[in-house]
Each structure stands twice: as C-alpha cells, then as structure tokens.
C-alpha cells in the first residue's frame, strides 16, 4: 500500500509451521492445508484491520509508516496519534468496524451462522471455513474492544478519559488497566494450559507500559526544543575518510554516531559504530566511509518542538540533524540522547 510497507515478523512463520506440523499429525496433509489456509485467511482480515486505522488515520493527516503481523495479531504503527480526543476515538474505532463489516458479509452475505465455540474446533469438519471466519472476525471485535491498552477499546477509554483530565494522566489509567488484563490473561493461560495467552499477557504487559512511557514524553517534549537535546561535541568524518580512519575515530571517542561533513560544513550522512566495526571485520579498512554511512537523515531547526523530533526520528535509526536557518549542521540528535535528556529534564 502507497505509504505503508507491510512487514510480517519471523514467528508469524513459526506459527504457521507449528499449525501445519499439528494439523498435519492429526488429519494429514489435507487437514494441514486447510488450516493454513484458514491462518491466512485470517491474517488477511487482520491486515484489513489495520488499514481501517491506516485509512481513518490518513483522514486526519497522520502517516502510518508500517504495519507489521505478529502471530497474536497486527501492529499499525502511526507516526503519531490525534492529540484530538474524538479523532483518536474514530481512528481506534476504524479497525474493528472493517471485521464487523466482515462479520456481516459472511453471515448476512454468504449465510455463515456463528458459533462461539469455533476456536475450539477450528479443524472440525463440522465447522465450515465461512462459519470459522466469520466467529474469529467478531471474537476479534470483542477482544479489540476490551478497554485496556494497547487495544482498540483501550485507546477509546483513553480518549474519552482524555476529554475530562490530562492525555497523560489517562493514558496512565488505560496503561494500568491494560497491565491487569495482562495479569488476568497470564494466570488463566498458565492455570489453563494456554501458552498462547500467556504471550499475549506478556504482550500487552509491556506494550502497555510502553505506551503510558511515550505518552509522558511526548507531553513533555511538546514543551521542549531541538536545541535541548542535541549533541553539540562530537568528532566528524568526511565522505573521503577511509574507514580505518573511522575506526581510530571510535577509539579515541567516546561516539556511537559519526556525522560525515562535506568540506562547507553540510551533513551528507551518520556513520554508526556498528557499520565501523562490520566493515572492519569484513576488511573494508580501505573503503570510503561514503560508501557505508546512512542517508539521506532527516533535519530539523533549533526550534522545531521535541515531539516533532520524535517523529522525524522514527524512520531514522542513527538520528537527525539539526541546522540552522541557512542549512549550516549544528549537531544531532539521537534517541539515547532523547532518553537522557527526559530523564535529566525532570522536575
């Protein structure tokens, strides 16, 4: 999709090899096949999900860099959410009603009837394909809908929480109701015998958690600067430099991130350590430190308030550039410095 890679993780593979090897040694290869095919299936309607709060999101001016499957589910990851209470409530809302359209396709459309007890015998030959997917598209619409994070209906309860107090102190309520889910769905899982829910405990323990971290910082850094942040001591390395040059640079510095300046002072990229260190065991010490620095690296002014730098950052894993009016590199900004500078900046 224009805008939005679609990135699927390593265990997704792991889960449809467990799924074929345990169907396969229950009902044969026919049996394997079918399963399979239901998982994708599945997944399908999950990546539909997520593109109701890609699209949803879109409306209102928020890009959504990727979406990755997981074997417990999608991750859209926006680049931001609506500081607007109601337009975060239409964006979380948008996911679950693509499988509640789903859902109605395939019973009121193609007769499906529901039954509830589908995730327990989804190998059944009694339950047909259509009858499995359109029970999986509403248990997912009632999962979704749970008002904890990092669900759907987490971010609705964090919404509306936020219309009559602070976007941080409710993210914080939904955070803390999202962890006791998590403990709820950890002991029915080990008490139940149910490996899959206990990872999806874990899951929403510390998505949870790490949701209620961002908001708290992005509130802060809405308040700060570019300027607040940057590194303005560090060792520079031209585009001729050799990398065995550059690896005397790692040496006698303490930088985990070389800017690479033209001779007029203008940025042309950021050479980490770890490129260093892999082009040295790879014997590239001759090789230009052009030929493996990252670029293009996005810039932003001194001025630019800290959330923006936060974004800018997302695609950026050495960092960003900062300059001044003229273009002129003044320093960088990294997300180790970011994590120092929010813990340093508390009052």
Same mark, same amino acid.
Request: proline residues 5%.
């Given at each position: ?8 993780h390593?265990?997704?593979f792991l889960?449809?090899?467990?799924v ?32 109701g ?12 860099p990727?979406?990755t499957?997981?074997?417990?589910g ?8 609506p500081?607007?209470?109601?337009q975060?409530?239409?964006v ?35 339950q047909?394909f259509?009858?499995?997917l ?18 759907? %209906? ?7 929480? *936020? ?5 941080? &102190? /409710?993210? @914080?309520? #939904?955070a ?10 950890g ?5 139940g ?28 850094a ?12 560090y ?5 001729d ?8 640079a ?5 930088q ?7 001779t007029?002072?203008?940025?042309? %990229?950021?050479l ?5 260190? *892999? ?5 590239? &010490? /001759?090789? @230009?430190? #052009? ?19 936060l ?12 300059t ?10 990294t ?13």
């Amino acid at each position: 999709m224009r805008g939005t890679d679609i990135r699927i993780h390593l265990t997704f593979f792991l889960l449809l090899a467990w799924v074929l090897l345990s169907a396969w040694s229950a009902g044969g290869p026919a049996a394997a096949f079918g399963n399979v095919v239901f998982i994708l299936a599945l997944f399908a309607c999950v990546v539909l999900h997520e593109l109701g709060h890609v699209f949803m999101a879109r409306r209102f001016g928020i890009k959504t860099p990727d979406i990755t499957l997981l074997p417990i589910g999608g991750l859209a990851r926006l680049e931001r959410m609506p500081e607007d209470p109601k337009q975060e409530i239409l964006v979380a809302l948008a996911g679950p009603a693509v499988n509640v359209v789903i859902w109605a396709v395939l019973t009121i459309v193609l007769g499906a009837s529901v039954q509830l007890n589908v995730l327990d015998a989804i190998a059944s030959p009694s339950q047909s394909f259509v009858q499995q997917l359109a029970t999986v598209n509403l248990i997912l619409v009632l999962f979704n809908m749970i008002p904890a994070f990092p669900m759907d %209906g987490g971010r609705v309860f964090r919404a509306v929480m *936020a219309i009559y107090t602070d976007r941080v &102190r /409710a993210t @914080r309520i #939904a955070a803390r109701a999202g962890q006791a889910m998590a403990f709820l769905f950890g002991f029915l899982g080990l008490f139940g015998g149910n490996p899959l829910l206990v990872l999806v405990g874990v899951f929403i323990f510390f998505a949870a958690g790490a949701e209620s971290s961002d908001a708290a910082m992005r509130t802060r850094a809405h308040q700060a600067r570019a300027r607040d942040a940057m590194i303005t001591a560090y060792e520079a390395l031209t585009p001729d430099d050799t990398m065995d040059s550059a690896a005397q640079a790692v040496l006698r510095t303490t930088q985990a991130e070389f800017p690479v300046l033209d001779t007029d002072g203008r940025l042309q %990229g950021i050479l980490t350590r770890h490129s260093i260190i *892999a082009a040295i065991e790879a014997d590239h &010490r /001759a090789e @230009r430190v #052009a030929g493996h620095m990252t670029r293009p690296i996005p810039t932003v002014h001194l001025a630019t308030p800290m959330d923006e730098v936060l974004t800018a950052m997302q695609d950026s894993p050495p960092g960003v550039a900062v300059t001044d009016s003229s273009g002129a590199f003044l320093g960088y900004i990294t997300r180790e410095n970011i994590g120092e500078w929010f813990i340093l900046s508390r009052q």
